[in-house]
């Protein structure tokens, strides 16, 4: 069964800090991952999308890697503000079009 | 150019009742999908129509159902309101069904009293 696993399912930090956000997936075949910014009550809006030759793609203060062979990606978040406090969506598509698989999300609440 | 409209932003229903909401895409974009999704939880695929036709379907009741017009615009139907119905309904439009990436409308905040 296709799954996309995300961790953690929160996390707090303090603004100015990093934070990297995982997310394991089983999904194949595989053709794109996509790391999603979505806030409260708001529709979801893309952040990196990277294909199965790329393993890194950068975003302002977000970095997205991936990791094809162990089916692994990350977001790093640079510099945290409060406006990052969101949830973040990993979305990974097969081969076969029109297919995609979400994650749960992780929640991140960045404080003063 | 402007993104993916829907509409209402909010709407209150009680129980039994049944409820249309509306996704206007991307000028262009001939794809458009639906969610569903409940506080605390992910985003659970209900739909995809392409051109009019019904390419995908999630795992929910038939009380669920959709239909795509001729210029794209898309419309989503719950029939016979439950409870737990209460969620943040989202669609999406692409320019075809495509694994590249969609983008997403503000959503419809449905509420079942």
């Known amino acids: 069964k296709n799954q996309v696993e995300q961790s953690p399912q929160s996390l707090i930090i303090l603004e100015g800090k990093n934070c990297t956000l995982q997310?394991?997936?089983?999904?194949?075949?595989?053709?794109?991952l996509r790391w999603y910014k979505q806030d409260t009550g708001r529709g979801p809006v893309s952040l990196t999308i990277m294909t199965f030759s790329e393993n890194t793609k950068s975003n302002g203060r977000y970095t997205a890697t991936l990791d094809a062979d162990t089916k692994q990606s990350s977001l790093h978040i640079t510099a945290s503000q409060l406006s990052d406090s969101a949830s973040y969506i990993c979305?990974?598509?097969?081969?076969?079009?029109?297919?995609?698989?979400f994650g749960d999300g992780t929640t991140l609440t960045v404080k003063p | 150019k402007a993104g993916v409209t829907q509409t209402p932003r909010y709407l209150i229903k009680t129980r039994g009742q049944q409820v249309t909401l509306s996704c206007s895409p991307i000028?262009?974009?001939?794809?458009v999908s639906w969610y569903q999704q409940t506080p605390g939880q992910g985003l659970q695929f209900l739909f995809e129509?392409?051109?009019?036709?019904?390419?995908n379907k999630g795992n929910f009741p038939g009380r669920f159902s959709g239909r795509q017009f001729s210029n794209s615009r898309s419309e989503m139907n719950v029939s016979t309101l439950e409870l737990g119905d209460s969620a943040l309904y989202l669609c999406a439009s692409s320019l075809v069904p495509t694994t590249d990436g969609y983008t997403f409308g503000s959503g419809t905040r449905l509420t079942v009293v």
């Open positions: 129509y392409f051109s009019e036709t019904q390419r």
């Open positions: 000028s262009g974009h001939r794809s």
């Open positions: 997310c394991n997936y089983t999904v194949s075949p595989f053709s794109n």
């Open positions: 979305v990974v598509s097969h081969t076969n079009a029109g297919k995609s698989t």
